[in-house]
């Protein structure tokens, strides 16, 4: 009796990994196809120990989509708990914090996403975008060099790195930047 109930307990178990794995796959493809809401759904019946990180973040961006901006936060929030060096949450907060023109809160979240990965171009630039709404163009530029190294001829990063010798009255280096971004064309 107790082996039965043994086996039993693993099919079971074996039953529902599968089953929430075809959830989250089903979800993803849902959310792939912009059906937002029934993929949150799928998301939704998942039992808390089976959402990870990257189940809030998708979580996440569905709020987003749905223009729920707090409980975006909150979901990032979940993701950090359960990994606190998840970059790509520290990242998303940032952005919903400097669109709501948090640039400092933004900031913070941007270096966090950095020193968790710091190649990801998009957080340097990010947080150079932010420092340069606070005017701290000599950090900004600092931001958007590094952005540059790891993502060469962007156009976004250089067009703002000419803004930014242009705000510290650098003229050569910003006639310099605006042909490469000219020959880019």
Not at 108 to 125: G, R
Request: net charge positive; proline share 2%.
């Amino acid at each position: 009796m107790f082996k039965k109930s043994i086996l039993f307990f693993l099919l079971i178990s074996a039953f529902a990994l599968a089953s929430t794995k075809d959830t989250k796959e089903q979800a993803i493809a849902l959310y792939a196809t912009g059906n937002y809401n029934e993929a949150y759904e799928k998301l939704s019946s998942l039992p808390a120990d089976e959402k990870d990180e990257n189940i809030f973040l998708l979580m996440s961006n569905i709020s987003l989509e749905n223009e729920k901006d707090n409980l975006a936060i909150q979901y990032l929030n979940k993701a950090l708990d359960k990994n606190y060096s998840f970059y790509k949450a520290y990242y998303n907060l940032g952005c919903i914090f400097a669109k709501k023109k948090s640039y400092l809160l933004a900031s913070n979240n941007f270096e966090f996403a950095i020193k968790y990965n710091k190649n990801f171009a998009p957080a340097y630039y990010n947080l150079a975008c932010c420092q340069l709404k606070l005017k701290n163009y000599e950090s900004a530029k600092k931001n958007l060099i590094k952005a540059l190294e790891i993502e060469p001829n962007n156009k976004d990063y250089l067009y703002n790195l000419i803004l930014c010798y242009k705000e510290l009255n650098q003229t050569r280096q910003a006639k310099k930047i605006l042909n490469t971004y000219n020959s880019l064309s």
